[in-house]
């Protein structure tokens, strides 16, 4: 029944006055239909009762997998249900999945400054080979709100220290400071947060007061307030990383440079319609904050404690200080590559910082001056200057103590051939005396003087330079002397001054 006909209905009741059995036979209409619709007083459409669905019996299912996996897709789902027997089509679990699933909410799009504020984040940037396993390494990334502009640069870990170094390289990449940066809830920036209450990280708030910037942190689980940065990640890893392999930190800096230098800040951006590094130069460098006269220092600092070997402990790995500064309280600095010691503001020494674990990085002229008055600890250090020429110097080490010759005096003498010839010839020298039995520093000597010969090259003049004390031990790390260059130098021919 529609509502003209309701309507008609209590028209003839109710002011022609006609009996309802009349009124049926007038409308063609059952008198049950007529006595219902004078019922009503308003008129309704009745509905049908709805059917059961196919899905009624696995919705629990579905939303257990819509709250434990919000971003399941329709085809997940489906596969899933099937295993407990839904025999219905993908379709009508798509259009119940569209009631079930909360809109996409909606952002105000707002116009930065040029140079009012800058957006950074840290992105996961894989693995490169390293030894014994591979190395995690990760993004920093810098970019500035208006004109899109981009640094980056990766580092081993995303510790505080690194984080610094990262602003302070971008700050002096953009010769300026934005006036704001953005950040989510990183541990570098935020030490604690209540609702809107948040206590800074003191160093990084210490950093934040050098450079005058002012440090803006994004709400919990708010994504979207920084998502400039967060769409650079997605570029940086599809666009920088994929499909490209990188054989360690520096070569992965390297390529990230030229591509950030060649592609990304050269690109036409599809917002703006112009190339980052174009709106940059015209319109935002000079309204950056100015860079201040000092740099601060970004280095992780720590006090440490020498032991008597003159060793210090850092991270898990040990480190050589000079023997004169064994057994003292010093303190130490360190970034991303170096490691620094101090006792008190002079600088003792300096060793590239060493990503593997359980090491010992040793400098050589650490223990100059100590050996003489150690001669057992300078019987050690000669037999694993040997050693480190491999297995082959192990078997004439075994079969020089087998003889009547002193031990500890014949490596000391063979320690004075790496000052002269280097490891190489040395090692020659081993390989070729193990094979004729010939055991000592002298046959050693007379051997590499004999392979020189062959070569058409003269022995070195006198003995080592004054500079050099032949007791001093050498390490694996004195250069590499490629005896060819000798040659060359000697087979030259003199120019002729006469013509």
């Known amino acids: 029944m529609n509502p003209e006909t309701w309507a ?32 009503k007083d308003t008129f309704s459409r009745g509905y049908a009762v709805p059917r059961g669905s196919k899905l009624d019996a696995f919705k629990d299912k579905i939303h257990d997998l819509l709250k434990n996996y919000p971003g399941i897709s329709g085809e997940r789902i489906f596969e899933e249900i099937k295993k407990i027997d839904y025999a219905g089509g993908i379709s009508i679990l798509r259009d119940y999945l569209r009631t079930q699933r909360s809109s996409p909410k909606a952002f105000l799009h707002i116009q930065t400054a040029p140079g009012e504020e800058a957006q950074v984040d840290w992105a996961y940037a894989g693995t490169i080979p390293g030894d014994p396993s591979p190395h995690k390494v990760y993004c920093f990334l810098l970019v500035l709100s208006f004109s899109s502009l981009l640094y980056l640069e990766f580092f081993p870990s995303q510790s505080l220290e690194n984080f610094l170094t990262g602003h302070l390289h971008a700050f002096r990449f953009l010769q300026g400071v934005p006036k704001k940066i953005r950040y989510d809830n990183l541990p570098s920036v935020v030490r604690s947060r209540l609702g809107a209450t948040i206590q800074f990280n003191p160093r990084f708030f210490d950093f934040s007061k050098h450079y005058l910037f002012d440090p803006s942190v994004c709400n919990v689980k708010s994504p979207h307030e920084k998502g400039v940065v967060e769409r650079h990640v997605r570029y940086v890893k599809k666009n920088l990383l994929a499909g490209r392999t990188f054989s360690s930190l520096t070569d992965l800096n390297h390529q990230g440079f ?17 190339r980052p590094i174009d709106l940059f130069q015209d319109q935002e460098q000079t309204l950056l904050l100015p860079l201040p006269a000092i740099d601060y220092d970004p280095r992780l600092l720590a006090s440490v404690k ?71 600890g300078a019987y050690f250090k000669h037999r694993d200057l040997l050693l480190t020429l491999g297995d082959g110097a192990q078997g004439y080490l075994t079969a020089l103590g087998k003889t009547e010759l002193h031990l500890a005096h014949q490596l000391k003498k063979i320690a004075t051939l790496f000052d002269l010839f280097g490891p190489a010839e040395v090692k020659t020298a081993i390989e070729q005396a193990l094979a004729y039995n010939a055991f000592g520093h002298d046959y050693l000597k007379n051997i590499i003087l004999a392979n ?15 500079r050099i004390n032949p007791d001093l031990v050498r390490s694996t790390w004195v250069e590499e002397r490629n005896p060819k260059l000798y040659d060359d130098h000697f087979q030259t021919e003199e120019p002729d001054h006469e013509s």
């Open 258 to 274: 030229l591509w950030r230098d060649q592609v990304a800040n050269c690109r036409l951006h599809g917002t703006t319609r112009k």
């Open 8 to 39: 008609y209905i209590h028209h003839l009741f109710f002011a022609e006055k006609l009996p309802k059995k009349l009124i049926a036979r007038k409308l063609g209409l059952d008198i049950k239909t007529i006595r219902h619709a004078l019922k």
């Open 452 to 466: 020189r010969r062959k070569r058409a090259a003269s022995p070195p003049l006198g003995t080592p330079s004054s």
């Open 306 to 376: 020498s032991s008597s070997q003159g060793l210090i402990k850092f991270e898990s790995n040990r480190y050589s200080v000079p023997f004169t500064h064994a057994n003292k309280m010093l303190t130490l600095k360190a970034d991303a590559q170096e490691v620094w010691i101090y006792d008190q503001q002079q600088l003792i020494a300096q060793h590239r910082r060493c990503l593997q674990k359980y090491q010992l990085v040793e400098d050589p002229r650490h223990s100059q001056g100590l050996l003489p008055s150690r001669p057992k």
